[in-house]
């Protein structure tokens, strides 16, 4: 499956944004989606991820009761409604789908990733 990550920008301390992410193909619902986050000079992290059909969810300890990851079957498009932004969340943000493994916060158990989207968050 093709992602495009979109929504990023530049945002004030405690603002909010919302990142999309369109995926392309007939059969979006089987694919477990996840996000990613890359500081510069850091790994990438596990944000939050959320199953194929059942849309259960699982977010990264750092982001729980702030961030929000919910997708649309319909429009082939899986969601991350971030509110209370810090200056920590700064990073390119990255969606990416798998086929096996639900709610996994290991990247190698995703097999396709958007080209990211860059989320800066001022103090």
């Known amino acids: 499956v093709q992602l495009q990550a979109s929504g990023g920008g530049l945002v004030q301390a405690g603002g909010s944004l919302r990142l999309s992410c369109a995926a392309s193909?007939?059969?979006?619902?089987?694919?477990?989606m996840g996000w990613f986050r890359q500081a510069p000079g850091k790994e990438r992290e596990f944000v939050a991820a959320i199953t194929g059909s059942s849309g259960s969810t699982a977010y990264a300890d750092s982001v729980r009761g702030r961030f929000t990851v919910s997708r649309d079957n319909v429009k082939n498009t899986v969601y991350l409604q971030m509110h209370n932004l810090k200056p920590e969340d700064t990073a390119v943000y990255y969606c990416?789908?798998?086929?096996?493994?639900?709610?996994?916060?290991?990247?190698?158990?995703?097999?396709?990733w958007g080209q990211g989207t860059q989320v800066t968050v001022s103090s």
């Open positions: 193909g007939r059969t979006f619902s089987i694919y477990h």
């Open positions: 990416a789908a798998g086929h096996y493994y639900s709610l996994s916060r290991h990247e190698r158990h995703y097999l396709d």
